[in-house]
């Protein structure tokens, strides 16, 4: 328990230093941007306009301290301010998550599916030519910047072979329902960056689990249930691997933040209407609030995998329970 | 250090210290003999070469807007010209020398930066331990270019914001792996026998911790080029550069928002893509082959060679 304990406190500890920054930024950073920003915010209610000047720290006739207390609660009763439009940054952000939550969640589940399959088999098979090939030709894959994989795949399937859409999530004059039409031309749209996304991470899935599959075998349990006779499929799925798997869950948590980051990056060339163009849009707009808001979402979203990521490692693993 | 202790020179044997005692000329060769090594020193030294004298390499002026817009590859241009008719080749090399420069700065700020708080937390213990590592561990979680592209919107595009924001955000992985590598040694005797003769902490760290652990700041500043290639780039592809700051980074964005692939000009986007792809597969490759140098057990195994362990 003590190691949930432990994690629960990271989490608070962590939300509470992005909060802060998200604070400290405006009022640290040279020149007056958020007061040159908020300045050309019209339209917007009194009350929302107080709690964005408290947030950005300009024409505050309140000492720092109090500003901050007064903060903190807004955010803690989610109050999360308003876009240059007036719109409240919650209704903006949820109205886009979908878009993101397929192509991340997608795009995730399966370079995980692959890139843990294929670490396992070559750790599995230490020498042997998928081990001689696969991992550092993955590595260097996703090593390569999201945007440059994305520019290739939009010329040659989406300008030279016409196969994929340019862009965006769906054909316009399309009308969004659930037939099978339109799930397919959804599909269409998603395929190219979801499929930039799976090559660039699938590699690191690749690497850490092979690595972590290596230290396994290396254990007395291993060896023993070789000694056995157990069959090698066996040992290898139900002795190795699954064991191998526990640290890859943490860290598929803690990537999130990184596909996540990809995703910006890939839905700006797609202009696909998710949340990584919302932050796009909002940057080249300055909506301090709006980016500020997606930080804190962003951060969020991670926090909650890893804590879920710590508590099925929890139930798992009773070592560290124990711990 | 006068008071010659034996103690004082134990071999480590640490997974990734191992090469530490080992002469640089066995060394050496272990990356000679390492194709990975070889093919990314390669990659680094052309591109040092290009950043160095691009004038023999480049036939135009970078900037100069002298043809014909939208030119299509040819022996005069061996990429094309830009939207407004720019040399688009000369441009490539012209901001190798920009790219590279900020790859170094930020790579060897963020390892001093994450040998002080990972060495110091290590050595230090007890509260100072707990507060950087929860400092560490939260730079961890916070999802990078989210941040990256926060603080860069507050301050004004260029190089020197690139280098300040990159900095900040970069640090913690590698602060991490020596914090724990510092932990490591901390209780070996020539750490005591500095500490029983009374040598300040600094002394301690600087003369005695930190030599231990060139490999792993090699492999820190490695792992640092790979993310700065990729996320300068990115940042600036998204738009918070000095677009007219010849950068990789630049090019791509200017690309993009002459919506260069559409427009039948491919090379204007694909070739910096391609060049940021190669620098970070250049740094990537001798980060990989460092690993297999310093951990043996995640070499290739080969069937002749019985002296490694698998």
New interface residues.
């Given amino acids: 328990m003590r190691f949930l304990a432990r994690r629960g406190a ?1 989490f608070l ?2 939300l509470w ?2 909060l802060t ?1 998200n604070f400290v ?2 009022r640290v ?3 007056n ?2 007061s040159a920003v908020l300045g050309t915010f019209r339209g917007v209610n009194p009350a929302a306009l107080h709690a964005l000047q408290i947030e950005f720290g300009v024409n505050t006739h309140q000492s720092v301290l109090s500003s901050y207390f007064e903060y903190l609660g807004n955010m803690l009763t989610g109050q999360f301010g308003v876009t240059s439009q007036g719109v409240p940054v919650m209704t903006e952000i949820t109205s886009k998550l979908p878009w993101t939550l397929l192509l991340v969640g997608v795009s995730t589940v399966i370079a995980f599916a692959i890139g843990t399959l294929v670490g396992i088999a070559s750790a599995w098979r ?2 042997g030519r998928l ?2 090939i696969l991992p ?1 030709y993955l ?2 894959v996703s ?6 994989v994305g ?2 795949l ?2 040659v399937f989406a ?1 030279k072979l016409t196969w994929f859409p ?1 862009g965006s999530n769906y054909s316009i004059g399309a009308t969004p329902s659930l037939s099978l039409a339109f799930i397919g031309d959804v599909l269409k749209h998603a395929f190219l960056p979801a499929i930039s996304l799976v090559i660039v991470t699938a590699g690191l899935w690749v690497y850490s689990m092979r ?1 972590n599959m ?2 396994t075998i290396a254990e007395d349990y291993v060896k023993t249930a070789k000694a056995k006779g157990l069959a090698d499929r066996r040992v290898m799925y139900d002795y190795a691997a699954r064991n191998a798997i526990l640290p890859n869950l943490t860290g598929f948590a ?1 990537q ?3 596909v ?3 995703a ?2 890939i839905e ?2 797609f202009s696909y209407p998710g949340l990584g163009y919302l ?2 849009t909002a ?2 707009n ?1 909506d ?1 609030p709006l ?2 808001g ?2 804190l979402f ?2 969020l979203a ?2 909650v995998c ?1 804590l879920v990521a710590d508590l099925i490692t929890a139930v798992l693993d009773p070592r560290t329970r124990e711990a | 250090m006068a008071v010659g202790l034996p103690a004082a020179e134990p071999v480590l044997t640490d997974a990734t210290g191992a090469e530490e005692r080992v002469a640089p000329r066995r060394f050496l060769r272990a990356v000679r003999r390492n194709r ?1 090594a070889v093919a990314g020193a390669v990659i680094l030294l052309v591109m040092v070469f290009i950043a160095a004298f691009p004038g023999l390499i480049a036939p135009d002026d970078p900037q100069a807007t002298a043809y014909a817009p939208n030119l299509l590859p040819s022996w005069s241009h061996l990429l094309g010209t830009t939207q407004i008719g720019q040399d688009v080749f000369s441009q490539l090399i012209y901001s190798t020398r920009l790219t590279l420069w900020v790859t170094l700065v930020v790579s060897v700020i963020a390892t001093i930066i994450s040998m002080i708080v990972g060495v110091t937390a290590a050595y230090a213990g007890g509260m100072t331990d707990r507060v950087l590592t ?1 400092v560490t ?2 730079f ?8 990256l ?3 860069a ?4 595009p260029g190089v020197t914001s690139l280098v300040i924001v990159l900095c900040i955000t970069s640090w913690a992985f590698q602060a991490r792996q020596l914090r724990s590598q510092a932990l490591s040694i901390r209780n070996r005797d020539f750490l005591i026998s500095a500490r029983v003769r009374g040598e300040r902490p600094l002394y301690i760290i600087l003369v005695e911790i930190v030599p231990t652990m060139t490999s792993l700041l090699a492999a820190s500043f490695l792992g640092l080029a ?1 993310f700065v ?2 996320f300068a ?2 940042l600036q ?4 550069g000095n677009s007219s700051e010849l950068m990789w980074g630049t090019m ?1 964005y200017n690309a ?1 928002q002459a919506a260069a ?2 427009a039948g000009n ?1 090379w204007w ?2 070739a910096p ?2 060049a ?2 190669l620098l ?2 250049g ?3 001798l980060n ?1 082959a460092f690993d297999e140098i310093g951990n043996p ?2 070499r ?4 002749r060679r019985g002296r490694t362990a ?1």
Wanted: no cysteine.
């Fill in positions: 990271l500890v962590t230093a992005e920054i930024i405006p950073m040279p020149g941007e958020a230490r020498g081990d001689g550092p590595f260097i090593t390569i910047p999201v945007f440059f520019l290739l939009i010329y300008i340019l690595n290596i230290t803690m999130l933040g990184y996540l980051g990809g910006i990056v700006y060339l932050f796009y940057t080249t300055h301090l980016m500020q997606l930080f962003y951060t991670v926090l890893v | 990975k929860v561990d939260v961890l979680i916070l999802p990078v270019l989210p941040l592209i926060l603080l919107a507050y301050l004004p790979v290639v990729g780039a990115s592809f998204l738009g918070l791509l993009q692939l559409e491919p986007a694909l893509g391609a940021v792809a970070g597969a740094f990537a490759l990989y057990a995640l290739p195994v080969r069937r698998a």
